[in-house]
């Protein structure tokens, strides 16, 4: 009997000067676990005169993986951080009680034809959490914790799974796997993962009780325990998920909360200029029209 309990389908959305495909939220499914929004950027060739310029913006209540798989994003945020994005490497921001950051294309790409392609990702804080102080950890490739078995090539790039943990700072438990295939290969997780779970197929194909499922699709599994599947040659899949939390979350663009209220407070601290600045930069990204 199949594992899967729905199917969401990538579906396009502009985030500016920009065009990425939108996985969570989904009408059917708001979250997986603690994550509450994924988008996947491109993959795009940018020539000589394009850039990624994602301006000032802010955030509240949630912590931001960002995951290159090719090309390089310059961030910078109000908590003082610096830091050009290299494929493979996590980025990991929480913004707590409130934090601003700016997301471009490095200098010395500007005037040359380039590559980008990865996973911009949410990961809602608990509540006791969701009012903390911003935090920003930058943790290079050859940190995240890789293996090989079966054939199989994995990358537990956040979280706990399989015995082994990540030194991304998370705050609830959870987990985000690459999983790569050379050859075909069958998967048996076991009782490895727990929680809510899902997986992402980025390229190539997997088959699930005799049906076949492509890229940019995200299966989200009725029982994480249970969770065997084949994959075909040169696949790549992201598995996430973890424990759900047990109240709801409110998001408003860049913002997310349990309480709509709070929401309310960052929409009017952010038209009235009062979240934290960034050295260096001086425009800012307008606060949508759009409501609840």
């Known amino acids: 009997m199949s594992n899967i309990q729905l199917i969401i389908e990538e579906r396009a959305a502009d985030i500016g000067n920009f065009l990425v495909g939108r996985l969570l939220p989904f009408r059917q499914k708001r979250a997986v676990g603690p994550f509450v929004f994924i988008d996947h950027m491109g993959p795009v060739k940018l020539n000589d005169h394009q850039n990624l ?3 000032p913006h802010p955030h509240i209540g949630l912590s ?22 290299q494929p493979g490497a996590v ?20 005037h040359s034809e380039k590559h980008l392609h990865g996973l911009q990702i949410w990961v809602a804080l608990p509540v006791e959490l969701e009012e903390m102080e911003p935090s920003f950890t930058h943790v290079e490739a050859q ?9 199989l090539q994995f990358k537990l790039i956040a979280g706990e799974a399989f015995g082994r943990k990540s030194p991304v700072p998370v705050f609830s438990p959870l987990y985000f796997l690459e999983i790569k295939s050379r050859e ?5 997780i076991g009782e490895q993962l727990f929680g809510e779970s ?39 899949v992201y598995i996430f998920g973890g424990e759900a939390f047990p109240e709801e979350r409110f998001i408003f663009w860049n913002f997310v909360s349990s309480r709509k209220e709070r929401i309310e407070e960052a929409k009017k601290a952010w038209a009235d200029r009062t979240f934290p600045k960034i050295e260096g930069e001086t425009g800012f990204v307008d606060l949508p029209e759009a409501r609840f």
């Open 198 to 236: 899902a997986l992402y197929i980025l390229e190539g194909s997997i088959k699930d009780d005799g049906e076949e499922y492509g890229p940019k699709q995200i299966l989200i599994a009725k029982n994480a325990a249970l969770c065997t599947f084949e994959m075909a040659a040169n696949s790549t």
């Open 53 to 55: 310029d994602i301006g």
């Open 91 to 110: 980025n990991w921001m929480t913004s707590g009680k409130g934090v601003v950051h700016s997301e471009r294309t490095p200098d010395y790409l500007r």
């Open 143 to 151: 940190e995240i914790p890789a293996w090989t078995e079966n054939g």
């Open 64 to 85: 931001t993986l960002t995951y290159l798989f090719e090309g390089a994003i310059m961030h910078r945020d109000s908590i003082g951080s610096v830091v050009e994005i």
């Open 184 to 188: 075909a290969a069958t998967i048996n």
